[in-house]
């Protein structure tokens, strides 16, 4: 706050970056740590002001805030969680006579208004551009001196191995945004894990380090671009049929002798989604190992015609080389 106040007092420019990727407003229970989510699946439903409900990111069904925990009955639930509304108040609040403006999903829905803000924000019309991802991309204002990033390191803990590479893309951009006239920029990232060499590397712009250090880790864990990769998806409204198909399927890939790498089957990230229960499996192979790579996908191929592998209340679905795990 103080160093933006400064900025701004020198008539300079600042950019908030709201990092959300995997962030929300959620109705949280301050007495069973539990958060409410959606009935059809198994993930927090985010809480939408202007509209006063919630509302599930997957399925689209909405709800009334809770009054009540419907875990423990407690009646000490409440929305948590760092917005980019909640952001913006605060600052509001903090400095009467910034002149703020906000680009997020909810203030760039008209056609061409993501345009007019940035226009606005270059003829200096604007201090501070608060916003979401959207805003780290290719953005060249002089007058922009000091850069900060909000929850930088929610993205960390994403179970899918890129969601680093992600999150890097996301700081190395907007720390790039800072100083690019010719003024000195400066670069503030809020992080619980500040010494993490992702960050440092992405807010000093170190970019070819972070590449060196991403590529031994992937090389190290069998990982794209080393590895042709095959993602199966199995689920089924029924929970127990789910389960047993994952577990049939995982036992037939390991029964046919194989070169490649087979991990699971485990639940998915998002376990449930629109009452259907996922588990997924993933194969990997070393690209350089021509064998290995054939026989995954031959083992693939008779595992889709044979039909009584599965029952007809569950899908299979496989994604080669699939560009995320989630
Ligand atoms: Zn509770
Ligand atoms: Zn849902």
């Given at each position: 706050?103080e160093a933006?106040r400064?900025?701004?007092?020198?008539?300079?420019?600042?950019?908030?970056?709201?990092?959300?990727?995997?962030?929300?407003t959620?109705y949280?229970?301050?007495?069973?740590g539990?958060?409410?989510?959606?009935?059809?699946?198994?993930?927090?439903?985010?809480?939408?002001k202007?509209?006063?409900?919630?509302?599930?990111?997957?399925?689209?069904?909405?709800?009334?805030?809770?009054?009540?925990?419907?875990?423990?009955?407690?009646?000490?639930?409440?929305?948590?969680?760092?917005?980019?509304?909640?952001?913006?108040?605060?600052?509001?609040?903090?400095?009467?006579?910034?002149?703020?403006?906000r680009?997020?999903?909810?203030?760039?829905?008209?056609?061409?208004?993501?345009v007019?803000i940035?226009?606005?924000?270059?003829?200096?019309?604007?201090?501070v551009?608060?916003?979401?991802?959207?805003?780290?991309?290719?953005?060249?204002?002089?007058?922009?001196t000091?850069v900060?990033?909000?929850?930088?390191?929610?993205?960390?803990?994403l179970?899918?191995?890129?969601?680093?590479?992600?999150?890097?893309?996301?700081?190395?951009?907007?720390?790039g945004?800072?100083g690019?006239g010719?003024?000195?920029?400066?670069?503030?990232?809020?992080?619980?894990?500040?010494?993490?060499?992702?960050?440092?590397?992405?807010?000093?712009?170190?970019?070819?380090?972070?590449?060196?250090?991403?590529?031994?880790?992937?090389?190290n864990?069998?990982?794209?671009?080393?590895?042709?990769?095959?993602?199966?998806?199995?689920?089924?409204?029924?929970?127990?049929?789910?389960?047993?198909?994952?577990?049939?399927?995982?036992?037939?890939?390991?029964?046919?002798?194989?070169?490649?790498?087979?991990?699971?089957?485990?639940?998915?990230?998002?376990?449930?989604?629109?009452?259907?229960?996922?588990?997924?499996?993933?194969?990997?192979?070393?690209?350089?190992?021509?064998?290995?790579?054939?026989?995954m996908?031959?083992v693939?191929k008779m595992?889709?015609?044979?039909?009584?592998?599965?029952?007809a209340?569950?899908?299979?679905?496989?994604?080669?080389?699939?560009?995320?795990t989630?």
């Amino acid at each position: 706050l103080e160093a933006m106040r400064k900025r701004v007092q020198a008539g300079e420019q600042v950019i908030l970056l709201q990092n959300r990727r995997g962030f929300h407003t959620v109705y949280h229970c301050r007495d069973c740590g539990k958060s409410y989510q959606c009935d059809d699946c198994s993930v927090s439903m985010t809480f939408h002001k202007k509209a006063g409900e919630l509302r599930c990111h997957y399925c689209g069904k909405s709800a009334a805030p809770p009054r009540q925990c419907p875990y423990c009955e407690s009646y000490n639930i409440h929305a948590h969680g760092v917005g980019t509304q909640q952001v913006e108040e605060r600052l509001t609040l903090e400095m009467p006579n910034v002149r703020l403006i906000r680009m997020d999903y909810d203030t760039t829905k008209t056609k061409n208004a993501h345009v007019r803000i940035l226009q606005a924000f270059e003829n200096c019309e604007y201090d501070v551009l608060l916003g979401t991802q959207m805003i780290a991309k290719g953005l060249d204002f002089s007058n922009v001196t000091l850069v900060g990033v909000i929850n930088a390191d929610v993205g960390l803990s994403l179970p899918d191995f890129r969601a680093g590479e992600r999150l890097f893309q996301l700081l190395y951009q907007v720390a790039g945004r800072a100083g690019r006239g010719e003024k000195a920029g400066q670069v503030i990232i809020q992080s619980y894990t500040a010494d993490h060499p992702l960050i440092l590397m992405a807010a000093q712009q170190r970019l070819r380090e972070y590449y060196n250090l991403e590529l031994a880790a992937r090389s190290n864990l069998q990982y794209a671009p080393f590895s042709r990769m095959a993602m199966l998806r199995i689920s089924s409204k029924d929970e127990a049929q789910a389960q047993e198909a994952a577990e049939e399927i995982g036992r037939r890939l390991r029964s046919a002798v194989t070169p490649f790498i087979i991990l699971g089957p485990a639940q998915a990230a998002v376990y449930k989604i629109q009452n259907h229960y996922r588990w997924q499996i993933l194969l990997k192979a070393p690209r350089n190992n021509i064998a290995a790579v054939e026989k995954m996908r031959s083992v693939l191929k008779m595992l889709i015609t044979d039909k009584k592998a599965i029952s007809a209340s569950v899908q299979l679905t496989i994604t080669i080389d699939p560009y995320s795990t989630l």
